[in-house]
């Protein structure tokens, strides 16, 4: 006969298996995470100010590292680090049909948060694609440093190579350029980025967020048009 000892290990047990296999079904099936109360940091003086930073969306005016109208009816953010090679995969295949299907409709805006969290020339990598955008291109250099990015492996981003994306996409003030790589301002920015990321409890790449609904990874554009146009029939 079984101890009550020994029905409460077993009662355990199970429920352990339960809890465990509800979690991957959970996770499998939606592909993406609710960004709420539950991800916040543990209660404390800065859990009131994670909740009202999940008002994400800037929509500031003429903003060099947003794309789309300022106005249009959904806003996606991306969280990025250069370096790191899924971020690249979303950049060239995903991302382009995005943009046609609902940024160049004027439904769908994006914008750009820098989450270097593989080093310090990730770090160094997202000041110059913000000092290529002082001068307007920065979603070209974005472009130029994914397109060259490896399919697997981290992509090697010194200064002389960050200065090579520069060239090739026609900044026309290179001088200032290079100064603005060191810019503490510019610096300060990502800086900002990653502060934010970080108090939502994100720690990888790439990591989309629409509407608090979280999309980890570089998802294909079924899962992507799943939540833009959930997101789209909200704001109707």
């Known amino acids: 006969m079984k101890t009550k000892k020994s029905r409460n290990i077993l009662l355990a047990l199970v429920l352990g298996v339960v809890v465990v296999l509800t979690v991957v079904f959970v996770g499998a099936a939606a592909q993406k995470t609710r960004l709420d109360e539950a991800d916040?940091?543990?209660?404390?003086?800065?859990?009131?100010?994670?909740?009202a930073a999940l008002n994400l969306e800037h929509r500031t005016a003429n903003d060099p590292v947003a794309m789309g109208a300022g106005d249009a009816q959904v806003v996606m953010?991306?969280?990025s680090d250069y370096r790191c090679p899924f971020c690249g995969v979303y950049a060239r295949k995903t991302q382009p049909e995005i943009?046609?299907?609902?940024?160049d409709t004027g439904r769908l805006r994006i914008e750009w948060?820098?989450?270097p969290v593989l080093g310090g020339t990730s770090m160094s990598a997202a000041v110059a694609a913000r000092a290529a955008g002082e001068?307007?291109?920065f979603w070209q250099f974005n472009e130029a440093v994914y397109a060259a990015a490896p399919e697997k492996g981290k992509a090697d981003l010194s200064e002389q190579a960050l200065l090579g994306f520069a060239q090739q996409i026609g900044i026309p003030d290179l001088a200032k350029f290079t100064v603005d790589m060191k810019s503490p301002e510019l610096t300060a920015k990502v800086q900002a980025d990653l502060s934010e990321g970080t108090q939502l409890g994100l720690n990888s790449t790439p990591t989309f967020v629409i509407n608090n609904e979280a999309i980890p990874g570089a998802q294909p554009m079924e899962i992507f048009s799943q939540v833009i146009d959930a997101a789209l029939?909200?704001?109707k």
Do not use: C, N
């Open 77 to 79: 953010i991306e969280y």
């Open 40 to 51: 916040a940091p543990a209660a404390s003086a800065a859990s009131a100010e994670s909740a």
């Open 233 to 235: 029939a909200q704001a």
């Open 113 to 115: 948060r820098d989450l």
């Open 99 to 103: 943009i046609k299907k609902y940024v």
């Open 135 to 137: 001068q307007g291109l």
